[in-house]
T-cell receptor, first 114, second 111 residues
């Protein structure tokens, strides 16, 4: 079965400093991986996706993630945090054994301080 | 294009009452999904429909039923609501292995 583990439930950064949100995955084959963002009391928005093309994936709002098979990781990064980045971030893997439903990590809450 | 729409946006029920959450998509996708979101748990799959006329259980199906009415519509029914079903419910649609597109959610409280 495919699953993901988000290693930090909360991350706090200062505005203008780098962001690193960590995610490890478990899959018996090359997975489809995603990062979604959810702002307070809002729906889910796709940040970026990895589907076995380039291992470095660029997303919206300056975010990017690198797929590392040897480390089974898919960490999300951004060079400089903005106040508007404060939100809940979910690492997600697509599960082929249930109609390609998404298996979500438990989420990382990003706090950005002035 | 509206994408994925859900109704209602908010609902308060008493224990034992029933209700149906509606979801519709205009993205022409075959697959539709219902998830629930609880604090600290991420989203968990309740039911999914890989194509019109088929439905299957997900991780947390107990207490729910679904109907895939046609390609566009996928409804979720709570026959006898329980406080443990207090949650935010999201409908999604997608195409095998690719990203999914989510509705705005329904915030349900069961007293």
């Amino acid at each position: 079965a495919q699953s993901v583990t988000q290693l930090d439930s909360h991350v706090s950064v200062s505005e203008g400093t780098p962001v690193l949100l960590r995610c490890n995955y478990s899959s018996s084959y090359s997975p489809s991986l995603f990062w979604y963002v959810q702002h307070p009391n809002k729906g889910l928005q796709l940040l970026l996706k990895y589907t076995s093309a380039a291992t470095l994936v660029k997303g919206i709002n300056g975010f990017e993630a690198e797929f590392k098979k040897s480390e089974t990781s898919f960490h999300l990064t951004k060079p400089s945090a903005h106040m508007s980045d404060a939100a809940e971030y979910f690492c997600v893997v697509s599960a082929s054994n249930s109609g390609y439903a998404l298996n979500f990590g438990k989420g990382t809450s990003l706090l950005v301080t002035p | 294009n509206a994408g994925v729409t859900q109704t209602p946006k908010f609902q308060v029920l008493k224990t034992g009452q029933s209700m149906t959450l509606q979801c519709a998509q205009d993205m022409n996708h075959n697959s539709m999904y219902w998830y629930r979101q609880d604090p600290g748990m991420g989203l968990r799959l309740i039911y999914y429909s890989a194509s019109e006329g088929t439905t299957d259980k997900g991780e947390v199906p107990n207490g729910y039923n679904v109907s895939r009415l046609n390609k566009r519509e996928f409804s979720l029914r709570l026959e006898s609501a329980a406080p443990s079903q207090t949650s935010v419910y999201f409908c999604a649609t997608g195409r095998g292995g690719n990203e999914q597109f989510f509705g705005p959610g329904t915030r349900l409280t069961v007293l």
